[in-house]
């Protein structure tokens, strides 16, 4: 007979790790059962050839929240890893953010004056608040910094042209007029020293975690097992997509390990021509500052998503909104059954948002 358990959280990943540990340490049981084979969903790390690799692309974690920051280093040692990404435009390096370095690189400016006199000249075109991204990022940077380092990028990344895609996408991209390459604003920045995965493990030290488990192919065996449910899924899966499927994008990572020590000298390249049919390039070693022989790099190619493809990205444009609001009432009518992450609740989540939301909601119901 199997045992009881105060919840059943469907979803290894940082939503349902941080939910479990804060159950347990009301006193209550958690049952954790993931359908790939390893806990951490998107953060994974996992070890190749002396690296930690990041298996579903580059993870940094962020935050302005002291709480979260506090919460999360209670669980892992974080690095002094700051994102400073390069892009690539034909050949040609320029610095991200936006920001001087770029200005200088793109226009040999050498002032913040002028910097900002080049953008407001070539900014003159939009007059209206920005409808689309394409006018949002006019609006921000000006017309070269969008044909070369937003269009290609933005239109291979999310499979639509740039004025089919809702401004607010562009706007989490700082814009400095100082010569500040950090592409977060964020006071609280780092990697688990020992990875991500290690960082899970930790939070659901003291549950139960059943792996290789499709809670949709036998959910009533699972559901006998609990009081309440914590779905962490897509919701829409959840309902059999009863109103339709929500719409994603997916990526597909090509990686290789090499016998060079040191292949671009930074952990993420974008690639920003149209052309070229992978987004960026990270190499692993440089999140850890990593000193081997051998590097290990990964090539991110977004991909059109089909119902049982990988859901990387909810893409929250007005449409599959309001699709997901239909769901989201289905959601608010069920009894023992909570949503929660970045699939459960579609939402465009980083990391430090996921510990927020599991916090939040463990209070509310602990
Ligand atoms: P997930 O990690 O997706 O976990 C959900 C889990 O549920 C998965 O393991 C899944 O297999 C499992 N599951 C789904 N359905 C079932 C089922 N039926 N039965 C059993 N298990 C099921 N955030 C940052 O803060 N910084 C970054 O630099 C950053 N980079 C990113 C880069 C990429 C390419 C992507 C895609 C995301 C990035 N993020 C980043 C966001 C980050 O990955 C998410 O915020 C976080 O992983 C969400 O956690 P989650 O638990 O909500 O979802
Ligand atoms: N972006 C861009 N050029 C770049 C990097 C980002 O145009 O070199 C745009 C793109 O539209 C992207 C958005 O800025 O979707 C947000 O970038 P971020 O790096 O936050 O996106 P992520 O890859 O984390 O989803």
């Not at 044909?147 to 004025?163: A, D, F, H, I």
């Not at 769901?327 to 927020?356: H, I, P, S």
Request: with cysteine.
């Amino acid at each position: 007979m199997d045992k009881h358990y105060d919840y059943l959280i469907v979803g290894a990943g940082l939503f349902g790790a941080v939910f479990a540990r804060q159950a347990m340490d009301s006193g209550k049981t958690c049952l954790v059962v993931e359908r790939r084979d390893h806990i951490g969903g998107n953060v994974y790390t996992e070890e190749v050839a002396g690296v930690t690799v990041h298996r579903y692309g580059a993870h940094i974690f962020h935050t302005s929240s002291r709480e979260v920051w506090d919460y999360v280093c209670r669980y892992a040692e974080f690095n002094h890893f700051i994102n400073t990404p390069l892009a690539n435009y034909e050949g040609k390096l320029y610095n991200l953010p936006f920001n001087m370095h770029t200005f200088y690189q793109m226009w040999g400016v050498t002032t913040p004056a002028e910097a900002q006199a080049m953008i407001a000249a070539q900014r003159g075109e939009i007059t209206d608040t920005p409808k689309n991204l394409e006018e949002q990022a006019i609006s921000l940077v000006g017309r070269d910094i969008y044909e070369k380092l937003v269009r290609g990028y933005t239109e291979k990344q999310w499979g639509r042209s740039c004025t089919d895609l809702p401004p607010f996408i562009i706007k989490r991209l700082p814009v400095r007029f100082t010569f500040d390459n950090n592409y977060f604003n964020d006071p609280y920045q780092g990697i688990p020293k020992a990875g991500y995965t290690a960082l899970v493990e930790r939070l659901l030290e003291g549950a139960e975690v059943r792996l290789g488990v499709d809670y949709l192919a036998c959910r009533e065996e699972l559901n006998a097992l609990a009081d309440t449910v914590l779905y962490t899924g897509p919701i829409d899966a959840y309902y059999g997509y009863c109103y339709g499927a929500l719409e994603y994008r997916s990526l597909r990572f090509e990686s290789e390990t090499l016998d060079t020590a040191n292949y671009q000298g930074v952990a993420v390249v974008n690639y920003n021509e149209r052309e070229i049919p992978y987004t960026r390039i990270i190499e692993h070693k440089h999140f850890a500052f990593g000193k081997g022989d051998k590097t290990v790099i990964t090539r991110e190619y977004p991909a059109d998503w089909t119902v049982g493809a990988e859901p990387y990205y909810p893409v929250n444009d007005e449409k599959n909104q309001t699709l997901y609001e239909r769901y989201r009432q289905l959601a608010e009518g069920e009894k023992n059954v909570l949503f929660g992450g970045r699939l459960g609740q579609y939402r465009y989540y980083d990391m430090d948002k996921v510990v927020a939301a599991a916090l939040a909601l463990t209070k509310e119901i602990l």
